[in-house]
């Protein structure tokens, strides 16, 4: 197994799609403040066009407004790690704790403020100030008791790539908002932070594979799924889904479990546990 940097672990397409889009925001955003600014004439001989000229407006206000939005989510965050979570340390909860230090000694990084919290749908990692944290949501997995350890020493790790990564720095977080209102962009930066995240997870956690397949299986016959079965599977879907629902996935904000389990069995990292 290689060595855990963000070299080998990071998805080799995620900097490449975030300069990409970023190149596009930018464009789109100059194209539609040009148009609005001094492009009336051409949007009165368009009327087809100038219909949408009010969502234009909505959207660059949207998209010019990110750094409030950003803003905003991380102070958000924090506040509900201060005032509506338990704080968990070597003392409070200290076996979860031990599996947040032993993912961050591995990785080499400081370990961050862990939280517990019904309050976030989903395990969340940020940063505010000189402060890294994670929430680790309840909601996770509460449904599923007897895969608790799986899941927890999975998300866990998952949010140690996270900041390993640097995605809740501030400029990261910047250009999620900016990008937000525009699904043709969200969508492909938020499956390859994913898919890298998933990288991490896989790479930390022994039993990934158990840990992802728990909301499809159930707790109780996560252990019984045969890997390879599943894979053929997989294959078979692949084969017959064609290009356009692949396409039709990326404008979507939730990744399919299939496509997360194809990225890292692309990747070799996947193991049954």
Not at 49 to 56: D, I, R, V
Not at 166 to 195: D, K, M, Q
Not at 238 to 252: A, N, V
């Amino acid at each position: 197994m290689f060595a855990p940097d963000a070299r080998h672990l990071r998805h080799p397409l995620e900097r490449r799609v975030a300069i990409l889009v970023s190149a596009i925001d930018v464009l789109l955003v100059m194209t539609v403040v040009g148009i609005l600014l001094w492009g009336a004439e051409w949007l009165e001989a368009r009327p087809s066009l100038a219909k949408y000229q009010s969502h234009a407006h909505v959207l660059l206000a949207l998209v010019l407004g990110a750094p409030v939005v950003a803003t905003f989510i991380r102070r958000r965050r924090r506040m509900l790690a201060q005032e509506e979570s338990i704080r968990i340390s070597d003392t409070q909860l200290p076996e979860v704790h031990a599996v947040l230090v032993k993912h961050c000694r591995r990785v080499g990084i400081p370990i961050p403020e862990l939280y517990l919290s019904d309050s976030v749908e989903h395990t969340t990692s940020f940063s505010w100030r000189h402060h890294h944290c994670i929430i680790l949501s309840t909601h996770d997995f509460a449904t599923f008791p007897d895969a608790f350890d799986d899941v927890v020493d999975f998300v866990l790790a998952r949010e140690v790539g996270s900041i390993s990564l640097g995605h809740t720095s501030y400029r990261n977080e910047l250009l999620a908002s900016w990008v937000a209102p525009i699904p043709f962009l969200s969508g492909p930066l938020n499956h390859l932070r994913t898919f890298s995240r998933d990288r991490y997870g896989a790479f930390l956690a022994p039993r990934s594979f158990r840990a992802m397949i728990v909301a499809a299986s159930g707790d109780r016959l996560r252990d019984r799924v045969d890997l390879e079965t599943y894979f053929a599977q997989l294959d078979e879907e692949t084969d017959s889904s064609g290009l356009l629902s692949s396409i039709i996935w990326l404008f979507k904000k939730r990744v399919p479990l299939a496509h997360r389990v194809q990225e890292l069995r692309r990747a070799g990292m996947l193991r049954a546990g």
